[in-house]
């Protein structure tokens, strides 16, 4: 069922960025050049003059003031700091500063000590610091050695570039941290409820379709600006089908478009793609980037979780029904705690609850109170992010630093998700494991458990087919090589087929189920993070910034999931509505009403339309909670139908398009790419059940499996998301690696293959093929010159190998491999990776 991406080999002559993409395949430069060849000679520039170029080739790095830096720092580094560093580093409460070094604010570290500077931000081998760590040299801390994996984080910190938010000169005398203002904490935008507002009044009345469109044009005129032209009909239609349903429109779907692009036939367009069992698969996706959705367990016993796939199938199967987003959200963190009428909505609600159980978990962590309370870190990290935008892990250790978060008020929900069960084996002394609950047969179930046995009974037959052949063969002395060629068959096949026993899905089906603990209690502050060290009992409870009343849970007889759960779809909460709105937004659009799409803290980004994000969250609720409804809002405006021609002016007035005067260019996400091209091959299986024993190489890459640490060569190249952590946005890189990959890998081979045959069949006139081709994987037709490039690179001959003479000898053009050369290279092209 995996996708298998190859290896390219390189040579040490490329790039660094090609030379270091991880893959298993070798590189044919000879058919490389000639496919890097047709690239050359058939595909204009995808982008005209007139558009803003791309992005040249980029490699991702940590600033030290990204988002995700100053997380690393403020959750692994600061604690580490200030448990074997600060005491004799800092300037704190009048203290001497040893060795002239203060390692209590960026400003110290940045200044040095006695000996000189102590990092070197990207370096760890030329840092002081990581050498006096290592006891390399200097020996620091002296009063003994880290443990190797708190070197390995300082090491890390300084290869994401040191990043640090503290503020203050190396000489500062650290002031001692103020009670959190809650009344004052209150005033930030984000966390005061949302309100609707009324659209506002326009020059231009008759640009606007929507409401969005007026608070859009309105911010617009303010900055003198205009939006930008519409999208071509064609180009809307790819963009909104790419969108919604992550495919591309099919040539049946563009020609009926094209023949009538009205008003009317675009709304029947967008429901009929609402509409397709498509949508949930593509959006689906979106929502298990932010549930770090994956099919092993990671860390440092990467175990299979053989049912992961029941959650990811439930979150495709929310979507497309448009269960309301309230109700997924509490189903996904008390669904065991919520009444069933029938078995049915039981197993649904339980296997909902393995959105608490699929991150990842230190499963041998031996102090398993350690690990429980990891456990716990990483479900308030994921919940505070996924749902509400913020960095609630930020206060384990301490009171968050930049948000109004007390300790107590993490360790109040901690409280909460220690009361909760999700691990077995917390009293064994080694390998802890997840808990899994039985659920009632289901069809799905039946048929997974029979489409093993079929598998296995097929195994078996050639098993003994095999065994019987190889009597035969040792009988008949004259063919000893058949014996060794069966007795190899022979093995493989007894592999097989004790890999099928071993995975042999249980005669009922469970379910990676959270469960209340047989004890419910409050938790205690560990003070530091250190769960030796213990402070107060918290009372199980909310965040209080965020509460206009009493914030403690009320039935001491549960743990608080269901009233957490409760209180965070609160019509009057001030996160939870604005968070998916711009999230949702987000994918429409290309880029957030708010940049930072998990952080809506003070430090993340403001909302470039405030009003706008708060009308649409309030209108988000009133409808039921519905994506679909909201989806349809968005793509339905003037505002997503806006090419994404440049303007020089507006560039120099808004170089971030965050006033959205034209749309923006998307990157197509890793599975699209791949979804796409075998879905112009005919190749794609749309009617994939998503059970385990039934995908295949052809499922939409949607049910792969997802093995944490050890990602396919495919998604690391195109940008995956980080199965293991939140992911509202995925990096968005245009390197040449991912050319490279389309160029090489054996799958995009035989599938262009497959499309060329198709086109040849459909379009056996050269001219014909060539503008079959563009309109199938651009949405476009082919301009004059590239066609007239494509239709001479058709006819152009092959030369062969030298002969025994020395001299070439012209060979007749291989038709077949010229047009699968040619497809390649529109698949391969930066146009077709983006949208326009």
Same mark, same amino acid.
């Given at each position: ?109 940045t ?16 840092? /002081?610091?990581?050498e ?30 040191a ?10 005398i ?47 005129e ?33 020609a009926?478009?094209l ?7 675009? $709304? ?45 199938n ?98 109040? /929900? $901690? ?34 458990v ?49 890999? /099928? ?30 769960i ?9 409870g ?6 206009t ?11 608080g ?20 709105v ?24 403001e ?17 039921g ?29 808004d ?32 009617h ?22 050890? /990602?396919? $060569? ?5 940008d ?58 651009l949405c476009?037709?082919?301009? $004059? ?8 690179f ?43």
């Amino acid at each position: 069922m995996a996708f298998r991406a190859p290896r390219p080999v390189l040579p040490h002559s490329a790039p660094r960025c090609a030379r270091e993409l991880r893959g298993r395949c070798v590189v044919s430069w000879a058919w490389a050049g000639a496919v890097v060849v047709a690239v050359c000679l058939i595909t204009s520039s995808p982008l005209s003059a007139a558009e803003a170029p791309v992005a040249p080739a980029t490699v991702r790095q940590t600033p030290k003031d990204h988002p995700a830096g100053i997380e690393f720092f403020e959750k692994q580094v600061r604690p580490l700091l200030a448990k074997h560093c600060l005491e004799c580093h800092s300037t704190a409460e009048g203290r001497t500063v040893k060795g002239g070094l203060a390692l209590d604010s960026r400003a110290g570290w940045t200044a040095g000590g006695d000996s000189g500077a102590v990092i070197v931000p990207g370096d760890p081998d030329a840092s /002081l610091l990581i050498e006096a760590v290592r006891y390399d040299g200097y020996e620091m801390p002296p009063t003994g050695k880290l443990s190797a994996e708190e070197i390995a984080v300082f090491e890390r910190w300084v290869k994401l570039g040191a990043p640090d938010p503290r503020e203050g000169s190396a000489g500062t005398i650290a002031a001692k941290p103020a009670a959190v203002d809650l009344e004052e904490a209150r005033r930030f935008w984000s966390f005061q409820t949302p309100r609707k507002h009324r659209p506002p009044q326009t020059k231009n009345t008759t640009w606007p379709i929507t409401d969005v469109d007026r608070f859009i044009l309105a911010k617009l005129e303010a900055a003198d600006l205009a939006p930008a032209p519409d999208a071509e009909p064609a180009a809307w239609l790819r963009r909104v089908t790419y969108d919604l349903i992550g495919l591309p429109p099919t040539p049946e779907e563009q020609a009926a478009f094209l023949a009538d692009p009205s008003a009317a036939a675009r $709304a029947l367009v967008i429901d009929r793609l609402l509409a397709s069992p498509q949508f949930g698969v593509h959006w689906g996706r979106h929502w298990l980037d932010v549930a770090r959705y994956a099919d092993s367990n990671g860390g440092d016993f990467n175990a299979q979780y053989p049912n992961a796939w029941r959650y990811r199938n439930y979150v495709v199967e929310s979507l497309n029904g448009d269960k309301p987003y309230d109700r997924f959200l509490v189903e996904q963190i008390a669904g065991d705690l919520l009444p069933a009428e029938a078995e049915a909505e039981r197993a649904e609600q339980l296997i909902a609850t393995t959105f608490l159980t699929v991150g990842p978990k230190m499963l041998s962590e031996r102090d398993k109170e350690k690990l429980a309370m990891d456990v716990v870190d990483e479900q308030i990290d994921t919940i505070g992010k996924a749902v509400m935008g913020l960095t609630l892990g930020c206060a384990r250790c301490h009171d968050h630093k930049f948000d109004p978060i007390p300790t107590s008020d993490y360790y109040a /929900l $901690a409280g909460i998700f220690r009361s909760t069960v999700v691990l077995e084996g917390e009293s064994q002394q080694y390998v802890s494991t997840w808990k899994e609950t039985p659920l009632a047969m289901t069809p799905e179930h039946a048929a997974l458990v029979a489409a093993h046995r079929r598998r296995v009974d097929e195994v078996q037959k050639k098993l003994a087919e095999a065994k019987q052949s190889l009597t035969a063969a040792e009988a008949d002395e004259g063919d000893p090589q058949k014996a060794k060629r069966l007795s190899a068959e022979i093995a493989d096949l007894e592999k097989d087929l004790a890999d /099928l026993t071993k995975r042999a899905p249980p005669p009922t089906p469970t379910a990676m189920a959270a469960r209340e603990a047989p004890e419910i209690d409050d938790c205690r502050i560990c003070i530091r993070g250190e769960i030796a060290h213990r402070g107060d009992k918290i009372p199980r409870g909310y965040l209080r910034v965020l509460s206009t009343g009493d914030s403690r849970i009320h039935d001491s007889s549960q743990s608080g999931r269901l009233e957490l759960a409760r209180w965070l779809v609160r019509p009057d909460h001030p996160l939870t509505a604005r968070v998916m709105v711009n999230r949702v937004w987000r994918h429409v659009f290309g880029e957030g009403l708010v940049a930072t799409v998990d952080n809506f803290g003070r430090n993340g980004a403001e909302s470039s339309h405030p009003e706008l994000l708060d009308t649409l969250a309030v209108r988000f609720v009133e409808s039921g909670w519905s994506v679909k409804q909201l989806v349809r809002t968005l793509v339905s405006s003037h505002a997503y139908a806006q090419s994404t021609r440049f303007d020089d002016r507006a560039f120099r007035r808004d170089p971030g398009n965050a006033l959205l005067w034209r749309a923006h260019r998307k990157r197509l996400p890793a599975e699209s790419i791949r979804d796409g091209f075998l879905a112009m091959a005919g190749c794609l299986d749309l009617h994939d059940s998503g059970l385990p024993a039934t995908g295949g190489e052809r499922s939409r890459t949607l049910f792969s499996p997802i093995v944490r640490n050890e /990602l396919s $060569a495919f998604f690391t190249v195109f940008d995956f998301a980080d199965p293991e952590v939140t992911t509202g946005r995925r990096s968005e890189t245009n390197v040449p690696a991912q050319a490279l990959y389309l160029l090489n890998d054996p799958l995009v081979r035989t599938e262009t293959a497959h499309i060329a045959e198709r086109l040849a069949e459909q379009s056996p006139d050269t001219a014909k093929f060539v503008d079959a081709a563009y309109q199938l994987i651009l949405c476009r037709p082919a301009t $004059a010159a590239e066609a007239a490039r494509a239709s001479a690179f058709l006819k152009r001959p092959t030369v062969e190998k030298a002969t025994s003479g020395g001299k070439p000898k012209a060979a007749k053009p291989t038709d077949a491999a010229r047009r699968q050369q040619l497809v390649q290279a529109l698949v391969a092209s930066t146009e077709f990776r983006l949208l326009d």
